[in-house]
């Protein structure tokens, strides 16, 4: 992710551009270029698991994608202050076994002057689905520019 004009204070554009980068680098699911877009010593809340430094980002990101499978993610900028950014999002993704998985969650970010995110707190829910009721079927990469965003999902 491109730290470029994407740093403290942000404005709801800068915020927004912030968020849309880290949902494109997340749909890479390169581990080595999402954990660039934090600082070396950030901290992490991920569910029930707590993670510090990038060495450790990756090594949790690597281990994310070996286990969810066709993951999708939409993120969206909820609020946002000069140097703080909330998140909500959703991402599916699916097991070994073939089970279907909608994940529903909030992000709260911090970040240093350089744009790189010191801190990320986020609280996550998986909820089973039939394959059938799957809404993200764009190819591996960033989700498309016409694809529709939270704020216009039913749920």
Same mark, same amino acid.
């Given at each position: 992710?491109?730290?470029?004009?994407?740093?403290?204070?942000?404005?709801?554009?800068?915020?927004?551009?912030?968020?849309?980068?880290?949902?494109?680098?997340?749909?890479? @699911?390169?581990?080595? *270029?999402?954990?660039?877009?934090?600082?070396?010593?950030?901290?992490?809340?991920? %569910? $029930?698991?707590?993670? +510090?430094?990038?060495?450790?980002?990756?090594?949790?990101?690597?281990?994310?994608?070996?286990?969810?499978?066709?993951?999708?993610?939409?993120?969206?900028?909820?609020?946002?202050?000069?140097? @703080?950014?909330?998140? *909500?999002?959703?991402?599916?993704?699916?097991?070994?076994?073939?089970?279907?998985? %909608? $994940?529903?969650?909030? +992000?709260?970010?911090?970040?240093?002057?350089?744009?790189?995110?010191?801190?990320?707190?986020?609280?996550?829910?998986?909820?089973?689905?039939?394959?059938?009721?799957?809404?993200?079927?764009?190819?591996?990469?960033? *989700?498309?520019?016409?694809?529709?965003?939270?704020?216009?999902?039913?749920?």
């Amino acid at each position: 992710m491109s730290n470029t004009a994407l740093v403290p204070p942000f404005t709801k554009e800068t915020a927004t551009k912030k968020v849309r980068a880290a949902e494109d680098a997340w749909n890479s @699911r390169d581990p080595e *270029r999402v954990s660039m877009a934090y600082s070396l010593d950030s901290h992490w809340r991920n %569910r $029930a698991e707590f993670v +510090e430094g990038r060495d450790q980002i990756r090594d949790f990101l690597t281990g994310k994608w070996e286990k969810e499978l066709d993951y999708r993610l939409i993120k969206e900028m909820w609020a946002f202050s000069d140097d @703080r950014i909330a998140v *909500r999002f959703q991402y599916e993704w699916h097991n070994e076994a073939n089970e279907w998985f %909608r $994940a529903y969650g909030n +992000e709260l970010w911090e970040f240093d002057a350089e744009g790189r995110m010191r801190r990320r707190e986020a609280s996550i829910n998986d909820v089973p689905i039939e394959a059938s009721d799957r809404r993200y079927h764009w190819p591996q990469g960033p *989700r498309p520019a016409d694809h529709p965003g939270l704020i216009d999902s039913p749920e």
